[in-house]
């Protein structure tokens, strides 16, 4: 199934053209878009959790007892090491996203960059999404942070409009680089590449944690609240000004066909994701 979107500027009989670069017909594969953004929603979720919290555990002194893709469980934890722990994954999410912005400038292949494109933004959607609800909503990493701390009050308003901050800046870098990839007037292509992974890794994740051990409490919090609230920049991405916007900057890809390869390494990324749901045991507790 593809999109094909056509952007070719018209204009009413006998006024001026408008002064904006022209842009091709693009092609959007959207199963590869898809399982592009299972593979990208799986790193994330992983890299939170395994390599932020699980890392953080270790680093403390203690050991994770079991890991899925909506929680880990770390064996002693208290005090400030405990929010050490806590606050991790989120850091974790920060530090990967900004990590592949070199790589997204660096990219040539159009899904490579894309890949690169959505793992940036995704991991610091997360983060910020994460920040933002968690410590007024009462649950998750942030308001256990924020447990036993002097003026509750001051700490959850000062998280949260960091959240804030990130997903605002985040999204709007996160849309000034896609049309730069795809080119600004091309707003039924962004929409796509936009929506798509949004509404796929989102479900995915979702569905992911239904399988965890723990039950309802944990769909919510990490399923859905994390994923489809987290993430939720994305179907909002489209940039102001778009014309204004291509005439500076030209598109840089033609088309994002269907790729066999990707396709193939979302399916993987999808059963790693329905295993990890359910959970794997790492030592005794």
Known sequence: MDLIADSSASTPHGSAPLATHPQPRMQIDIPTAAATAVVVY????????????????LAIGSHPTEVTTTYLQCAHESGWQGRFVYAAGSL??????LACI??????????????????????LLVA?????????????????????????????AAITALGVGIGLISAERAGRWLARFVGADQTAAIRVLTLVPYLAGSSSET????????????????????????????????????RTFAAQEPAQSLSLPRSRGWIALGI??????LRMGRGVHLWPA
């Open 102 to 123: 070199p790589l997204l400038r660096r990219a040539v292949d159009p899904w490579r960059r894309y890949f690169c494109w959505l793992l940036c933004t995704v991991n």
């Open 92 to 97: 974790l999410n920060i530090l990967l996203g």
């Open 207 to 242: 569905i992911a944690s239904l399988l965890n051990p723990l039950g309802w409490k944990i769909v919510f919090i990490s399923g859905i609240a994390a994923s489809f609230a987290g993430t939720c920049w994305l179907i909002f991405m489209v940039p102001p000004k778009a």
């Open 42 to 57: 799986l790193i994330a979720s992983l890299g939170h959790e395994a390599l932020g919290h699980g890392a953080a555990c």
């Open 128 to 156: 910020g999404g994460y920040m933002m609800v968690s410590p007024f909503a009462n649950f998750g990493d942030w308001t256990a942070f924020i447990e036993g701390l002097p003026q509750p009050f001051l700490w959850r």
């Open 268 to 273: 993987v990324a999808l059963l790693v994701m």
